[in-house]
């Protein structure tokens, strides 16, 4: 198996800029996870889904991100108007029963 | 969320050393994990123990999950094992993470 598969790994783009991010969760996983991680803050929880559905949005900092799954195999995180703050290393997970496994990340830079 | 602590912080090894790093947390767990995050950012599954212990060639790993504890042993360090090393827990979904120990090893 490939693992999860994440796109772009790096993305740069101004500030009020539209900026999406693709997940491909391994198959067969029925749970997908996007977190971020940033020094001051470490690794956060953004969102988490189970059978496609959000279940946790609790950690999308704002209305600006929004996620959507609308298949077992693809997830996307979008973050509409991009902000300087938003600068982050952005990394989907999916699951096995309870074990974790993560993708590569995708590192942006808003500037 | 269940509060995770990882010592020590900083870890400096001679290359061919052995090291301990130790995680505590604050409430019963039924997922544990030890991730290793490489120089490139990439995060690597090391170990999946909620409980005992296990070993993968020079790693090994022991939860005491009486005790909320669980330590990870790496024997005979390489250059490759550089990069931090994170606990992380769970007792539903929501993984909680330690802040992590930056391991550097010197050739």
């Known amino acids: 198996d490939a693992g999860v598969i994440q796109s772009p790994r790096h993305e740069v783009t101004e500030m009020g800029q539209e900026v999406t991010l693709r997940c491909k969760p391994i198959?067969?996983?029925?749970?997908l996870f996007w977190y971020r991680q940033t020094m001051m803050r470490g690794l956060e929880l953004l969102i988490y889904f189970n059978n496609n559905v959000p279940i946790d949005d609790s950690g999308m900092p704002e209305d600006r991100f929004s996620a959507k799954m609308p298949n077992a195999s693809f997830s996307t995180l979008k973050i509409q108007p991009s902000e300087p703050r938003d600068s982050a290393v952005y990394f989907c997970a999916s699951i096995q029963g309870f074990e974790q496994f993560f993708g590569p990340g995708t590192r942006l830079t808003v500037l | 969320g269940i509060q995770v602590e990882q010592s020590p912080p900083d870890l400096i090894l001679q290359e061919g050393a052995n090291s301990t790093l130790r995680c505590n947390f604050s409430?019963?767990?039924?997922?544990l994990q030890w991730f290793h995050q490489n120089p490139w950012g990439q995060l690597i599954n090391l170990f999946y123990i909620p409980s005992g212990t296990k070993q993968n060639g020079r790693l090994s790993a022991t939860t005491v999950a009486t005790e909320r504890y669980s330590l990870l042993y790496i024997s005979s360090s390489q250059t490759t094992d550089s990069g931090v090393y994170f606990c992380a827990v769970t007792n539903d979904y929501k993984l909680s993470f330690g802040a992590g120990t930056t391991v550097t090893v010197r050739a």
């Open positions: 198959s067969g996983h029925n749970s």
């Open positions: 409430d019963s767990v039924n997922n």
